[in-house]
């Protein structure tokens, strides 16, 4: 045995045997008993009491009241839980998908004009995509947001990919 193991067994044994003088030879102690100065502890805790009372007697200022009335009024909802808004859903038939095969390949720009070149096509803002009829809203450097045509439809945006 190693000298860190013999040390180890030895703080066990001496942890038992300690535990076993604790558990069967120590004399259990005596619970000590309030004498006369008890009742200067009593009198004192009674004199706080009554101070606390008066205070909740004497009233509670404005916001003190407010903030006590509406605490105790029931909640609408748990305010842990979050609720999803509602949508209004309108059926206006199947949402038109953007084809995959739409590639933003290139931006050119000549004064205010700007153009996107899409599927080896010239668009500016506003046109119509060929394939799938989407209106392009805006043109950017890096990417081109379409939309399908109306009103309040979701956005798609058209990332530029670079072809080498």
């Known amino acids: 045995m190693s000298n860190r193991e013999k040390i180890i067994v030895a703080l066990m044994v001496l942890s038992v045997v300690y535990g076993v003088y604790i558990i069967f030879f120590e004399s259990p102690r005596q619970v000590k008993t309030i004498t006369a100065g008890g009742d200067r502890e009593l009198e004192a805790l009674n004199t706080f009491i009554t101070k606390v009372a008066d205070k909740a007697k004497s009233g509670a200022s404005k916001e003190q009241a407010y903030a006590l009335a509406k605490a105790q009024t029931a909640w609408k ?11 209004d859903e309108v059926n206006t ?6 084809d995959t095969r739409v590639q933003y390949t290139g931006f050119l720009q ?3 004009t700007t153009m996107a070149i899409i599927s080896g096509m010239e668009y500016e803002t506003g046109d119509r995509l060929e394939p ?19 009103k309040n439809k979701k956005t ?3 990332p530029m990919e670079e072809t080498e």
Do not use: T, Y
Not at 93 to 98: C, D, I, Y
């Open 132 to 150: 799938g009829g989407f209106i392009i809203r805006r043109i950017l450097p890096n990417h081109v947001v379409v939309a399908p045509p109306g």
């Open 110 to 112: 000549m004064g205010d």
């Open 93 to 98: 038939g199947p949402e038109p998908v953007l």
């Open 156 to 158: 798609m945006i058209l």
């Open 77 to 87: 909802q748990d305010p842990l839980v979050q609720l999803e808004a509602k949508k």
